[in-house]
């Protein structure tokens, strides 16, 4: 085992916890980060899909847990986290999104549900992990390029733009303690969580994409190994986008 996969504490692996990490995003950076040497518990809403995927890839020999946690439950993540040596990586994942919703019809039930999963589930997790969290260690917020603004996605937009200001405020109080928080904006990403659009609107979306298609999800995993790691110590506070470039401007006429 290298120096960059022990916790320098214990000499251990170093722990990370997932969140919403049973399929598509979280999943491929469970692996990554499986890969990279941490000894990794996937969580997700999903226990059963958790379990089944996490002893998949204990099949080919990565250390990897899965365990069944709803991200706004904050007992339930005190009693997973009570059961870990150490959490020396938390990357919070899980989040939904919605089909589009005028500004004009959007109500407040759904505005709380998305905050709910996205900002408050994310603060909780965060919240509880720093708490066990040695010097060195490392939060990765998942965020979306869409925080920087877009139609008919208001509480989604809200919701993102949350976590990118409340990763900001964190990085700042807990950088003292040899922590660093930092997010990741991906932009189209192909995942289940695009079922909500028709093939249609799903083409034309992807049609405005740099590449001209959704990014796989290891592309987001290569961002998070790269955060998470000892070698990012000096990253703090930051967003990082992989969306080939599309934050930075549309191309020339
Ligand atoms: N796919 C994209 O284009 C895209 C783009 C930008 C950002 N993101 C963000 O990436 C993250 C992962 O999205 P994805 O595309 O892999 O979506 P996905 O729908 O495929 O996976 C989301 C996972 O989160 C889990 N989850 C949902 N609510 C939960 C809760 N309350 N507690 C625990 N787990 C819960 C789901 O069970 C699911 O396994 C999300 O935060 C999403 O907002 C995705």
Redesign the pocket.
């Known amino acids: 085992m290298t120096m960059a996969t022990e916790n320098s504490a214990s000499g251990h692996a170093r722990c990370a916890v997932v969140?919403?990490a049973?399929?598509?995003?979280?999943l491929a950076i469970a692996e990554q980060l499986a890969r990279d040497g941490l000894s990794v518990v996937a969580t997700?809403?999903?226990g059963e899909l958790a379990h089944a995927e996490a002893e998949r890839l204990r099949a080919q020999g990565l250390a990897v847990q899965g365990a069944a946690?709803?991200?706004?439950d904050r007992a339930a993540v005190r009693a997973l986290f009570a059961t870990l040596p150490a959490i020396d990586v938390v990357v919070n994942?899980?989040?939904?999104?919605s089909t589009m919703i005028p500004f004009r019809e959007l109500d407040a039930d759904r505005l709380r549900s998305m905050m709910g999963?996205?900002l408050l589930?994310s603060f909780i997790v965060a919240q509880e992990a720093v708490r066990r969290m040695p010097e060195g260690g490392r939060v990765v917020q998942?965020a979306?390029?869409?925080y920087l603004g877009g139609a008919g996605a208001a509480h989604y937009v809200a919701s993102k733009a949350a976590v990118v200001g409340m990763v900001r405020a964190m990085a700042i109080e807990l950088r003292w303690r040899g922590i660093t928080v930092n997010a990741v904006a991906?932009?189209?990403?192909d995942?289940?969580?695009?079922e909500g659009y028709t093939p249609e609107m799903r083409r034309a979306l992807e049609q405005r994409e740099p590449a001209g298609a959704?990014a796989s999800?290891q592309t987001i995993a290569d961002a998070v190994s790269f955060l998470a790691s000892p070698r990012a110590g000096q990253c703090n506070g930051q967003v990082l986008f992989v969306d080939g470039g599309k934050s930075v401007g549309m191309p020339p006429l």
Request: aromatic share 0%; no cysteine; hydrophobic share 40%.
């Open positions: 969140t919403g049973a399929r598509g995003i979280g997700d809403r999903d946690l709803d991200v706004q994942n899980a989040g939904i999104a999963v996205n589930g998942i979306s390029r869409g991906p932009g189209m990403v995942t289940r969580m695009l959704a999800p």
